[in-house]
């Protein structure tokens, strides 16, 4: 009888054991305690995005400081850079049989990093540290900017290195993941002719080259427009500038809707940050600057980031809607646990639900500060709970976040493994560089078969 009681606590003891380990994954793969809601969250959507147009700040860059998943960062790195050589990919004889693309499969995509080889300077990729808005919290932190080519503005390092947008070979490179990928459209961040992000250059003029690249992998270009100085008035004259000059080349995007038509499609960061009133101008059929009906109608997705956006894109005479942040918890429209209710909304009101899933986020290379907004890689799992999670709301689209957003820590690009005596990257290991791309095709076929049951 005594064996029998030591064996069965035994047995107790390891389910408990367990059991913690269960709850302690979970947690990992969603914080608790972290949201939208709080003040911190409420406080930090207007100055999370340093590309916004209304953000004015200037950086600073923290010279040392622990990652959310391993590793130091420090940024003195004075290694110089070793011009025009290109790292070569390693790893690409695992997806040298590329699948069909997936064309429900969109992921945001960033043309706006240079270097000294081909733009005569680095951008982007010399980030400053985004100033917190709290002058007492933002003096505890250094200020200064990223030296590349070995210290960057990312927690990670790109398998080509601080590459340049513009680079043909690097372009190459990034379509073939694409379609390693199976991801079927490419966002395009855009701003106007002449205009940028505040910490960068104006990149209109790659356009042409970056759907000519895509057309030869099959990839289709849709456009992610920025919130520029001026895009309340504008933005009809934007459109027909986009659809006018792209939109008969094969690979411009053309969605196909539930009524037969075929559109093209924009995404519209930030969208909040103009009034419905002033959106149903352009929107609603009745607008005074309406494009429906028209040559230059489409299917315009605002974004979702509070909970009152739901109603308020509906009044705006939105398509749409989708939820950018690979944050899950960090807003109403990221967090999972709302996309069935969105999607009901949506449903409901004949819009688009386009959840936005992502591998990971870590911005603290550029916001030292922001280390409670981290969410850890955890070797893959985070990115494939954000999938299936997407894949039970039954959306019609899918959006990644993101291809290559490096500062914030979301790409799913080739990182690898880097460092210096005195700065240490994140990295994938120990999976091999193209892991996020290879889940990310396996979960893009899967999107496909479950589709084609939902429509049967």
Known sequence: MARFRRKMWITLLLFLLFVFGVMMGLKTLRPEGVGFIDSVGLELLPQLRYRAADSNQRANIPKTEKSAES?????????????????????????????????????????????????????????????????????????????????IGSNFYPELGAYSSRDPAVLNAHMKQFQAAAVGVLALSWYPPGMSDENGEPTEDLVLIILEAAHKYQIKVTFHIEPYEGRENGLYSNLKYIIDKYGSHPAFYRHKTNTGRTLPMFYIYDSYLTSPESWANL??????????????????????????????????????????????????????????????????????????????????????????????????????????????????????????????????????????????????????????????????????????????
């Open 71 to 151: 590793g130091i960062l420090s940024h003195n790195s004075k290694t110089e850079e070793q011009h025009g050589k290109t790292q070569s990919s390693s790893s690409d004889g695992k997806l040298d049989n590329f699948p069909a693309v997936n064309y429900d499969l969109h992921a945001f995509y960033y043309s706006w990093y240079g270097n000294q080889k081909f733009d005569g300077k680095y951008i982007h990729w010399n980030h400053p540290l985004v100033p917190h808005w709290d002058p007492k919290i933002a003096n505890s932190y250094p200020k200064g900017r990223h030296n590349p080519p070995e210290d």
């Open 283 to 456: 929107f609603s059929v009745s607008g005074s600057s309406s494009v429906r009906n028209t040559q230059y109608d489409a299917l315009f997705i605002a974004l979702i980031v509070e909970e009152k956006h739901k109603n308020e894109i509906l009044q705006a005479g939105f398509d749409g809607m989708y939820t950018y942040f690979a944050t899950n918890g960090f807003s109403h429209g990221s967090s999972h646990q709302n996309w069935q209710a969105i999607k009901d909304f949506c449903d409901s009101n004949n819009l688009m639900f386009i959840p936005s899933v992502g591998p990971g986020y870590i911005d603290t290379s550029i916001r030292a500060w922001n280390k409670h907004n981290t969410r850890n890689r955890v070797n893959g799992k985070y990115y494939e709970t954000a999938l299936s999670t997407a894949l039970l709301v039954r959306p019609d689209i899918i959006t990644v976040t993101s291809f290559n957003e490096w500062h914030e820590g979301t790409q799913i690009e080739k990182a690898v493994p880097k460092k210096s005596s005195q700065l240490v990257y994140l990295d994938y290991l120990p999976h091999n560089p193209d892991i996020y791309l290879e889940i990310t095709r396996k979960w893009a076929e899967k999107f496909r078969k479950e589709k084609e049951q939902w429509l049967m």
